[in-house]
């Protein structure tokens, strides 16, 4: 009889130890996740969320900072991007749009658009390029697009199994998957991050255009 009774109290109790658990969780993010838990960066992108703010800057100290709107025009060039490190530290810096093609269907999700690997320190100029750096270019009619700015900490320096990806180039840049890839290598959970948010404007069809026409410049040599 008692057994039935602390069983039936367990069953109810449940469902309420559940939330009260979940809702602790939530309650201990970080002021950057739960940012990006407001617009489903966690869990579109990451389980869960960075403990620090990316300090990142686009020329003319424009901030991309707690998903900001920013013409694409404004984002075409590689920001800089700061964090607090120790020398010894090797590190891995990643930029994905998981809304492409379109934030209703984005069925190529995510499309990266940056990756710097065995980052020495906060050296970011010292690290493996190996995507190189693309701006937004959100198509005509796809929604505001999330543009992720991710960084892991790795265990030591790393030997990466990642093609090389020059700049002006789109292939093998879609289908990319940031919690494989971070499962894959043992990074573990993001030490820092940031995003902002992107749509289409009248110059992305020239920003396009010097895209495609640099990438058959390429190709020639």
């Known amino acids: 009889m008692l057994a039935s009774i602390w069983i039936l109290l367990v069953m109810r109790l449940a469902p309420s130890l559940s939330l009260k658990s979940n809702r602790g969780l939530h309650q201990s993010d970080t002021e950057v996740s739960k940012i990006m838990r407001s617009l489903d960066v966690i869990p579109d992108v990451i389980h869960i969320g960075p403990q620090e703010f990316l300090n990142v800057t686009y020329h003319g100290r424009v901030a991309a900072h707690c998903g900001k709107l920013l013409d694409p025009m404004q984002v075409r060039d590689e920001p800089s991007v700061k964090w607090p490190s120790a020398p010894e530290n090797y590190y891995a810096l990643l930029l994905v ?125």
């Open 97 to 221: 749009d998981p809304d492409v093609p379109n934030v209703i269907t984005p069925t190529h999700r995510e499309f990266l658009h940056w990756m710097v690997l065995n980052i020495p320190g906060n050296l970011l100029a010292l690290g493996d390029v190996r995507v190189g750096y693309m701006g937004a270019t959100p198509l005509k009619g796809t929604g505001t697009h999330r543009l992720v700015f991710l960084l892991y900490k790795q265990r030591d320096y790393t030997k990466f199994d990642f093609p090389k990806l020059p700049k002006h180039s789109v292939k093998g840049r879609s289908g990319f998957e940031t919690k494989r890839f971070a499962k894959k290598y043992k990074f573990g959970h993001p030490v820092a991050g940031n995003f902002f948010t992107s749509q289409w404007s009248h110059d992305v069809p020239s920003l396009i255009k010097v895209i495609s026409h640099n990438a058959r410049q390429a190709a020639l040599f």
